[in-house]
């Protein structure tokens, strides 16, 4: 039997969707995979067009450089594409891959499972970015996590950033998560749930340790023409 897959459609409707999923070969996958990657590419452009992130750059334009200003900020959207890119294939096919290869779960599902995923993701995103473009200027943290919470009473820029990943969407992630895989393994329910809490957490603290990265003076270093490293 051969069902459409309609995204939005199944978006509150798992259950059915698992079903699909399991009785019948699902048509339009590489459709929606490639209508959500169009979402969140345009969701990352329109953030960096606005400015967000771009406050580097502010001494370029203070200075006059107009066309070392249009240059950086060409540069900046390449760059910010080619992230994004890498960012949306990562937690679909990188994460789904994982998924597959590790705990077993059909690919297909977890092809699909990542892609909800993906479209949480992208969002967050789109909401923060329409908040900040509202309110004409924009945080370090997400309005979404406890990282505002965190930076009211802790100081180090580390702790302020694993907090700034657990959000309300990584809640939502973890809920999607569980739901395929727990349909689609013999895992105790109680070990998958801890597992991606678990998992979430880390990798919570492996983007919060590239806040010890010290970028603004390594850019700062290459603007002035002196060593990255000193």
Do not use: C
């Not at 998924?99 to 969002?123: C, D, H, P, S």
């Not at 945080?139 to 907090?163: K, N, Q, R, W």
């Amino acid at each position: 039997m051969i069902s459409d897959f309609k995204f939005w459609h199944f978006f509150p409707r798992q259950g059915q969707l698992i079903h699909n999923i399991k009785t019948t070969e699902m048509r339009d996958v590489n459709k929606r995979i490639a209508w959500i990657f169009a979402i969140g590419l345009m969701v990352f452009a329109m953030s960096e067009i606005w400015g967000m992130n771009t406050d580097s750059l502010t001494p370029i334009l203070a200075a006059g450089m107009w066309d070392a200003y249009t240059l950086a900020r060409w540069t900046s959207l390449v760059g910010t594409l080619l992230w994004a890119g890498f960012y949306l294939a990562f937690h679909l096919y990188g994460a789904a891959f994982l998924f597959n290869k590790f705990i077993k779960i059909a690919w297909r599902a977890a092809l699909i499972m990542q892609l909800y995923v993906v479209a949480l993701l992208i969002i967050e995103k789109g909401l923060l970015f329409l908040l900040f473009a509202l309110t004409g200027y924009t945080m370090s943290v997400s309005l979404f996590s406890f990282g505002p919470i965190a930076a009211t009473f802790l100081e180090h820029d580390f702790l302020i950033y694993f907090f700034n990943q657990l959000t309300l969407f990584t809640s939502l992630i973890i809920a999607v998560q569980y739901r395929f895989i727990r349909s689609f393994t013999k895992i105790n329910p109680k070990l998958i749930l801890f597992g991606l809490i678990m998992l979430h957490i880390l990798a919570a603290l492996f983007v919060a340790s590239f806040s010890l990265i010290p970028t603004d003076d390594m850019l700062s270093g290459f603007m002035d023409g002196g060593s990255l490293f000193e």
